[in-house]
């Protein structure tokens, strides 16, 4: 007799193959049970075997994601009513009343339970529930209708991740350094975040907690991608200097065995200024790149999401990445309630006179503000005016600017970088002229072209987070 079969859907992880796939699977083995693993961004969607699932898992750790996964819920429930859906992830507890409720034209609801956290384990306990016939009440962390359940903040014993039926590293992000382009993998060091950014996703969930994942359990992921034809790894941990040593660690054992590959890391501000010494050493031991949350170049903007650092912070942030020989690819909210227009165009000035017009992929320069369901954004010392009511179907809070002129500047920077993805230069100076043409002030003198920084290495996916 076939055991019920088990199916779990990524939505999309940033171009890169999806660690909430892999991670389950290797739980799923370990534990005899069968499980079938499609990425629905780069793979069709499996209607024959959702027809006939018993558990479908839908990984949601972003917002792309969850509005991905919500189409794939409606599929599932065509399909197969019978069915048990579970949202997994981030934004499934960010979302979890929205989705466990029947909304308007469906006539089941989204999903059946919910988790959060660290959910691996949970995962197979609700699998082998279902499977069995018994009860689900007793499985950690799963919020249902009738059981409020919470993130799971419990310490996993990790398991290498099961990659072997994912779909190649050439289906994803490619790495590109000096006109050449290699695959890249994708691993994580570290889960969850020390920081309380209040506009992070991350910290609802894990409020300022992170675990780490063993070197033992990290370096041969890597060693299997690499195997795979990997040339470059990403770091994908929120803050990969939460734990410095043991990021060190890892690099280190990672360097020693293969002295030839690259990677990228995200760090904070605040990190890259406390420990100077290890992004040095970083730079030493094969850093391409690293990525950095700037956000604004207004300290009210920094001090309403409590970044832990100031515009002034930023230039020392540059000074010791140039010395270490290390590009910085910045991260940017340029559209929040609480900047202006006159903000808007000293970030472009910013940008310009450091010389990060290459830097700045130009999706960057469009970013609005995202509070979604359970934002610590709600409950900050802002007295939130400028919040509207909750928009559950689109997963966030509705805000609209007290200027006009920044709403349709958003929008049709949008446009820009939707069409110019990818040449960060050219879109940048046509976002200049769009944005001093929405004003009556004048474009600064331009920048002598030798300070602009030569194109650094990327990956070929502009999202960071």
Excluded at 415 to 442: D, H, M, P, W
Aim: aromatic share 8%; with cysteine; hydrophobic share 40%.
């Amino acid at each position: 007799m076939t055991s019920p079969s088990n199916l779990l859907l990524a939505c999309y992880e940033l171009g890169h193959q999806p660690l909430s796939l892999a991670w389950p699977l290797a739980i799923f083995q370990q534990s005899g049970l069968t499980a079938h693993g499609v990425d629905l961004s780069v793979e069709s969607f499996p209607d024959h075997v959702a027809a006939k699932a018993s558990f479908v898992g839908i990984s949601v750790p972003m917002h792309t994601a969850i509005r991905l996964g919500v189409r794939a819920a409606r599929r599932v429930r065509h399909l197969n009513p019978s069915a048990h859906i579970c949202f997994y992830g981030l934004y499934a507890w960010l979302n979890s009343d929205y989705l466990l409720s029947v909304n308007k034209d469906e006539e089941y609801p989204l999903a059946d339970s919910i988790l959060a956290g660290e959910v691996e384990d949970s995962l197979v306990k609700l699998a082998e529930a279902l499977n069995s016939g018994d009860n689900t009440a007793a499985v950690p962390g799963l919020v249902t209708t009738s059981s409020p359940g919470g993130p799971i903040m419990n310490r996993l014993t990790f398991a290498i991740p099961d990659r072997s039926t994912l779909p190649g590293l050439e289906a994803y992000a490619l790495f590109t350094q000096n006109g050449q382009r290699s695959k890249a993998g994708y691993v994580e060091a570290t889960r969850g975040c020390l920081h309380k950014c209040l506009h992070c996703p991350v910290v609802p969930i894990y409020n300022g907690r992170f675990f780490t994942v063993p070197a033992e359990v990290v370096v041969p992921d890597i060693r299997q991608q690499v195997a795979a034809g990997a040339r470059h790894i990403t770091f994908g941990d929120p803050d990969f200097l939460n734990g410095p040593g043991h990021a060190l660690k890892i690099v280190q054992a990672m360097h020693d065995e293969f002295p030839w590959l690259t990677f990228n890391f995200t760090a904070k501000v605040e990190h890259i200024l406390e420990r100077r010494t290890i992004i040095s050493r970083l730079g030493r031991l094969g850093a391409a790149f690293m990525v950095s949350a700037f956000e604004s170049t207004s300290d009210l903007v920094l001090e309403r999401m409590q970044k832990g650092h100031s515009v002034a912070d930023l230039d020392l942030a540059l000074e010791i990445a140039d010395e270490a020989g290390l590009p910085i690819q910045p991260t940017w909210v340029p559209f929040t309630p609480w900047n202006t227009y006159e903000d808007y165009l000293a970030l472009l000035s910013w940008i310009e006179s450091r010389g990060l017009m290459s830097h700045t992929p130009p999706i960057q320069l469009s970013i609005r503000l995202l509070i979604p369901p359970g934002s610590a954004l709600t409950s900050s010392a802002d007295d939130c005016k400028w919040l509207g009511k909750i928009d559950r179907a689109n997963f966030t809070y509705r805000w609209q600017h007290p200027d006009p002129r920044m709403d349709i500047l958003q929008s049709e920077v949008a446009r820009i970088a939707e069409s110019l993805s990818g040449r960060n230069v050219q879109a940048f100076k046509a976002i200049k002229r769009l944005a001093y043409g929405l004003g009556t002030s004048e474009p600064p003198v331009k920048t002598n072209r030798q300070r602009q920084k030569p194109p650094p290495p990327r990956l070929t996916e502009d999202w960071f987070c």
